[in-house]
C-alpha cells in the first residue's frame, strides 16, 4: 500500500527498551478534498529513510498496515492498529539544471562543428 502527501511533520529517532528498539514518526498530509493526517511509524533499521527529507516535501511512502491484540490483567481484550513506512520516494520534480549540470542556455556553443565528418547514422 502507499500514502501520498506533503510530509508535515518529521519526529526525532527514539529508542525504547534495553533492546534499544528504535522508532521515528512522521506525518503525511494528503492531498485530496478533505485532507487527513496521516501518522507513519518507521522502526530499527528503516528510521534513517526519513533523513534525506523535509517538512513540505511531497513524497510517496511505501506501508504496511499492522494490528496487535492485547489482553489487560483485569482480563480486557484490545486491539491496535499502526501504519508502518519502509519505503519513501521524493514526488519533487527536479530542479532545473539537476546536479552540477548547467541549466541550457549556459551551456558554450559548439565552434568546431564539422558538417562533412561521416557517421552512419540512417537519418
Do not use: C
Amino acid at each position: 500500500m502507499e500514502v501520498q502527501g506533503k510530509i508535515k511533520l518529521i519526529g526525532e529517532t527514539k529508542t525504547f527498551g534495553n533492546n534499544g528498539f528504535q522508532k521515528r514518526e512522521m506525518v503525511v498530509t494528503t492531498e485530496e478534498q478533505y485532507p487527513q493526517h496521516i501518522m507513519i511509524e518507521f522502526v530499527q533499521d528503516k528510521t534513517s529513510l526519513l533523513d534525506a527529507f523535509k517538512v513540505g516535501q511531497p513524497v510517496k511512502v511505501g506501508i504496511n498496515l499492522r494490528g496487535r491484540e492485547w489482553v489487560s490483567p483485569q482480563g480486557e481484550t484490545k486491539y491496535f492498529n499502526s501504519i508502518q513506512g519502509w519505503r519513501i520516494e521524493n514526488l519533487a520534480a527536479p530542479q532545473p539544471g539537476g546536479q552540477n549540470v548547467p541549466p541550457p542556455d549556459q551551456f558554450e556553443p559548439a565552434n568546431d562543428l564539422n558538417e562533412e565528418d561521416y557517421d552512419d547514422l540512417p537519418f
